[in-house]
């Protein structure tokens, strides 16, 4: 997660590359989180951190200070390690840093202008990436080296996302996913699928990467509402689930594998543009709005964001998990699907879902859905993340 407000006792929440683990910072420090049992593996109270990322469940940590006393600078990204408790490695660089992403092969650096790609071992400088002006910070990053892409707004002015192929060091294409600056994005962690949401909030569009066509286009409700997190669901193959978290205080889910609706119903694909290895970052995409239509009766008479709400959604939503205006953080840890004994289908789908609130809490749901379309959510787990206390210290 980026930079966020500090009016929230969490100044930032992150997830590792395969959910097992959770990272928070608060003005006074940083605590890493088993996810799944909610153990409390790592604290270090020295001062405000606004990024603090995870590589999977190793002792690497990517940390970086929020400024409030000269060691934590916002300039100064620090590769550290938690059983020495010691800084490998420092970098600084000439604006704060606004997100980190990392995997075994590389790390990245997000400023507000450009992106730095590093190799993860020898920290050598792969490629820098120009980008337009991302003052929240906001990035994607599928860490399988299978299919390791990195996601970044390409316009400022609409909804249009670079898509990056960090092991390949060139850009793999740019879409134009909404009329509105994008809000939120993700990618699957296998780098099959992005998701992105706009600043209004209303329409979640799904892209199949390797195609650059789009798949599904979701509606979340009628009125706009502060898109938080996207987050799909783990998966070899493609993923089933797409959660949401909005300013509405609601966690969304829209279902993929299990969908009722087929792949792009409604012939929505939007206008792609294949960019080849030297085109220069920030050069925008023509778009044509007649690829953008229905090829449907209905949809070739009725405007654009008309044919958006006719798109099918196979949506269900946990109201009021969180109070509204309340940032919120989801993921999807792990689907289970249950076969139909008389047949080779699927009869229901359950997945386990984390909510990280910003106003410190950890909250734990059971997503159960069956072939009607019958969905369930029930509270299997909630603690406080800032009173918590590791085990050390409760016996000393």
Not at 68 to 88: D, H, I, K, M, V
Request: aromatic share 8%; with cysteine; net charge neutral.
């Amino acid at each position: 997660m980026a930079r966020q407000s500090s009016s929230y006792p969490i100044l930032c929440a992150s997830f590792n590359q395969d959910n097992s683990g959770l990272a928070i910072s608060t003005k006074d420090g940083f605590k890493i989180f088993d996810s799944n049992t909610g153990r409390l593996c790592y604290e270090r109270a020295v001062g405000a951190f606004i990024i603090v990322e995870m590589l999977y469940s190793s002792s690497l940590l990517a940390i970086v200070g929020a400024g409030e006393q000269p060691s934590l600078s916002p300039r100064r990204l620090c590769l550290f390690n938690t059983t020495t408790s010691a800084p490998l490695r420092e970098m600084t660089f000439l604006t704060s840093i606004l997100a980190v992403r990392l995997n075994r092969k590389r790390l990245v650096v997000v400023l507000q202008e450009k992106t730095y790609i590093y190799d993860s071992n020898s920290l050598e400088i792969l490629d820098t990436v120009d980008t337009v002006p991302n003052l929240k910070g906001l990035c994607a990053f599928s860490p399988s080296l299978d299919g390791c892409f990195l996601a970044l707004p390409a316009s400022t002015i609409k909804g249009s996302v670079l898509v990056y192929n960090v092991m390949e060091l060139q850009s793999h294409c740019e879409i134009d996913a909404h009329r509105s600056p994008l809000a939120a994005i993700t990618l699957s962690s296998n780098g099959t699928y992005i998701a992105t949401a706009s600043e209004q909030g209303t329409i979640i569009r799904v892209h199949l990467v390797s195609e650059a066509t789009q798949s599904y286009s979701f509606r979340r409700g009628r009125y706009p509402s502060t898109i938080f997190s996207l987050s799909f669901a783990p998966s070899l193959h493609l993923p089933d689930i797409l959660a949401a978290t909005s300013s509405s205080g609601s966690v969304h889910i829209f279902s993929l594998g299990f969908a009722t609706n087929q792949r792009d119903p409604w012939n929505l694909s939007s206008t792609i543009t294949h960019l080849p290895s030297d085109t220069v970052v920030h050069h925008k995409i023509e778009v044509n709005s007649r690829c953008k239509r229905s090829s449907s009766f209905l949809g070739s008479i009725l405007p654009d964001s008309v044919n958006d709400a006719l798109d099918p959604a196979d949506h269900h939503v946990l109201h009021a998990a969180v109070s509204a205006g309340v940032r919120s953080y989801a993921v999807v840890r792990k689907v289970d699907k249950i076969a139909d004994a008389s047949s080779s289908e699927f009869s229901s789908c359950r997945a386990v879902v984390s909510l990280i609130t910003y106003n410190g809490y950890f909250q734990e749901y059971t997503f159960s859905i069956n072939n009607k379309n019958e969905s369930s959510w029930s509270l299997d787990r909630e603690f406080n993340l800032l009173t918590f206390v590791s085990d050390s210290a409760k016996s000393s």
